[in-house]
């Protein structure tokens, strides 16, 4: 009942701010706010950019393997030219015009890094010289199959295609973390809407308290049963109080501005928060905590594939000046006449084979030095992967000891507020009677809306607190899940 009253009791002040329409303005939840953030947030837009990106380099390289056509057509090729036969010590000239396309296929193996292709060329060709006296009109077609492999070498297609696939991963990893700490940051930064609608809220209660102490005093002075002096601190106590009520006013707008901007909103919409602030406490068992972090946390997996990284990187390095070799194979069929179907009449037989090998004799150390140097890499990364984890225990620690600790804020909070409340009550009582001065009862007043701040504060603490240990470990200790982000599902399955 208390709670709903308290929601009833913010909604109406959340219509009596400036600009507070029903119409004219959007009541938010936290669920709501996520909603729209997760569609409209600047940073979980551009992290979904970075992710299609790597997708798309992913697509085409797969794409890339499987068979390649092209046609490649020269319409017109004539040329003239003149020169002299050393045989017949004569001058002559060729007059030649050609018109051919070449077709072909090729086929990348990624098990062997090796390509297979068929090509053919077919054309037509006229040609006549002055050292013969003779015209030449015939087709001709040349058909071939080649294949080429590359020894002794890493696979190039194969270390692309991992790289891809890491990169992907990593993608995937960075968007379903900058999903966790868009919660996160949604969630601190509604809060700070909601608290400083709170302190508005406060702020007018106080001014309220303050304006019913003044009416009081200045009647009292005009009674002549106070002094004047009364009578300048009630005026100036109600001042006090109009004026912070105006600054919370503007604290309040600056908030909404920075959630807005955050969360993709138009800043010129009106809102206001909505929000239930009751915090029950949850057992949070410390070693498991650790056990969930460390299973479950996406950094440790990112520090892995920047160690796989790394050393397809060190397999690069060490092919720099490497003994490597490549074998050239192909096999053609010539034909050429001039009827098209008697092309193949009396065709030549093209075979051509080839091995070559680079062998490296002296580098000055270069190789080695890279190696080392690379090697010093690996080791940095693997470095990296063991502070993560320990930085992790210790993230995972350190809010677990900020839970029990909030725990005890809030005890302390609510008691503090429930003492401020009776004290200021007994105290206004005390002013109504005379026992006590304008001044001394605006102090009770200020202690009593600082303790209605610390509590929900310490409340709002405790949530945040709770939510940051569901990030660090991927356990929710609320609902007893695993939280699993649905882009790293899709990866397993794809694996």
Known sequence: MKLL????????????????FVAAQRILTLDM??????QNSPSIRTSLLNLE?????????KAALKSQFTLSLTPVD?????????????????????????????????????????????????????????????????????????LFTYNK?????????????????SYAMQRLNLEKQVTQYFYNVYMAQMSLTISQDELSNTKKTYEITKNKVDAGLSAMEEYYQAELNYATAESEVQNQRVSLENAKDIFKQYIGMDIYEEISMMADVKATPVDVDLKQAINYGLQSRMEIRQREIDVENSQFDLITTKALNEFKGEVNVSYGLTGDNSKLVDIYNSPTKSPRISVAFNVPLFDWGEKK???KAQEAVIQSQELNLQEEKTQIVIDIRSVYRSLLNQ?????????????????????????????LTGMDLNLYQTQLSEKKMAYAQSLINYKIELLNLKIQTLYDFEKGIAIVPEEIMQTQQNK
């Open 5 to 20: 009253l308290s929601k009833l009791k913010l909604l109406l002040i959340c219509l009596l701010l400036p600009g507070g």
């Open 33 to 38: 706010a996520m909603d729209i953030a997760q």
């Open 53 to 61: 990106r790597s997708q798309q380099l992913l697509k085409a390289q």
């Open 78 to 150: 004539y040329s003239k030219t003149r020169a002299f036969d050393d045989y017949t010590s004569n001058w002559y000239t060729t007059e030649r015009f050609n018109t051919y396309g070449t077709f072909t296929v090729a086929q990348p193996v990624l098990v062997t890094d090796g390509t297979i292709s068929l090509s053919n060329t077919f054309g037509w060709q006229k040609s006549n010289s002055t050292s013969s006296g003779s015209e030449n009109k015939s087709f001709t077609n040349d058909l071939y199959v080649s294949i080429n492999q590359p």
């Open 157 to 173: 297609l194969k270390l692309q295609l991992k790289t891809l696939e890491l990169d992907l991963e990593n993608s995937n990893l």
């Open 369 to 371: 030095a890279r190696i």
């Open 407 to 435: 725990t005890t804020q809030i005890d302390i909070a609510q008691q503090n507020e429930k003492n401020a409340q009776l004290t200021y009550e007994i105290n206004q009582e005390r002013y109504s009677n005379g026992d």
